[in-house]
């Protein structure tokens, strides 16, 4: 009896302290599993894109069209490079064609050209053309404007063509010179900077 009555009181006083010890082997337990078990990998930074072509298009032709399914421009060329560092696209022979809502169609040529991501701007190098013909305006033909130089900038959006090396612009018949030129269709202003030169040829009787 005085066995028991001591193996009782010990377990008594033990049982007092069992939470404590189960936490204890837990907590034990836990920081086991944690040394125990493979880190997380380590996250490197992604690398930086280097200015190397990421995919090539050889003699090909891109369209895009508008909601209504009318054919709004067209991308082609004989070889066009994407670099993704600068969501640009160098293209070799490109031949581009724009329509405006009203329906003016803008060619673009030149030996080289480098887009941007959407197609809205386009950089002509080497023998760039560009050429607008517009629809009659009021039963009126409208001019076909041509602009000739070895470096255009075309902003084929905003209809805006621009250049700081020299030009010539062709609009009918009359003829500009100029070493720099600002051209905004929309805003229907021309501007010609340096030694400008221009032949007018005067209109026929009305």
Known sequence: MTAARGFRHAWDRVSIYLPVILMGLLALGTYWLARSSPGAPQVFGQRAPTHEPDYFLRGF???TFDTTGRLKSEIQGVEARHFPDTDTTEIEQP???SYSDKGALTVAT???GISNG???QVQLIGNAVVTRD???AKG???PRLEIRGEFLHAYMDREQVKSDRPVTLKRGNDVFE???MNYDNLERVLDLRGRVR???QPTGPR
């Open 178 to 180: 100029a070493e720099e």
């Open 140 to 142: 009126e033909a409208t």
């Open 95 to 97: 031949r581009m064609r």
């Open 118 to 120: 959407d197609g809205s």
């Open 198 to 200: 221009g032949t007018l």
């Open 61 to 63: 032709s891109v369209k």
């Open 134 to 136: 517009s629809p009659p």
């Open 110 to 112: 030149a030996n080289k």
